[in-house]
């Protein structure tokens, strides 16, 4: 059985996002703060059986990516990019302004992220996210343990949590059953 150990990246630099107007997927090029490189740094050392594992899948959003290459650093293992390890979706990356973004998710919320019979919405289901992350893992059952550097709506929706409990470079156990 395969253990994966899902880590949710460090502290993103979101003022750069507001500062460059960023919009749509340019949201996700933000690198980590000094906080969120810190925050990487301290995760092999409070958790070093982490170095026991096969490889390091990374979303391919900068601030998952940063706090993988981190992570490499200390450990020296491969790194595979996973496009669909990415966050979330809250807009199909078509929202202009936060404002939107926090409608939708509000939206979403109200839903428990399950898209009423007979309604489309922009936003990414539960069920959407849970799918094609669970897909990508299923390709690495033949490895004994691997970290996964993703997102935390990811990770709440794998473990069934709330999105707010998953904490910045944060270490929760997956196996898939």
């Not at 995760?43 to 170095?51: G, K, V």
């Not at 096969?54 to 940063?66: A, G, K, N, V, W």
Request: some cysteine; glycine content about 4%; aromatic content about 8%.
């Amino acid at each position: 059985m395969t253990m994966f150990y899902l880590i949710r990246h460090g502290e993103p630099n979101w003022t750069l996002k507001e500062q460059r107007n960023l919009k749509g997927a340019l949201r996700d090029f933000v690198p980590l703060t000094d906080a969120g490189v810190y925050q990487a740094q301290e995760i092999i050392a409070n958790h070093n059986h982490l170095s026991e594992c096969d490889l390091i899948l990374s979303s391919p959003y900068t601030r998952s990516l940063q706090t993988a290459a981190i992570i490499n650093r200390n450990i020296g293992l491969p790194i595979k990019v996973e496009f669909d390890l990415h966050e979330w979706t809250p807009d199909n990356w078509q929202a202009t302004c936060v404002q939107q973004i926090t409608e939708l998710w509000n939206d979403y919320m109200k839903h428990d992220g399950v898209h009423p019979p007979g309604e489309r919405k922009l936003w990414e289901s539960k069920e959407s996210v849970n799918e094609r992350v669970r897909n990508v893992l299923c390709q690495y059952l033949d490895k004994s343990k691997v970290i996964v550097v993703c997102h935390g709506m990811v990770i709440a929706t794998l473990l069934q949590l709330v999105s707010e409990e998953v904490q910045l470079c944060g270490v929760y156990e997956y196996e898939i059953t």
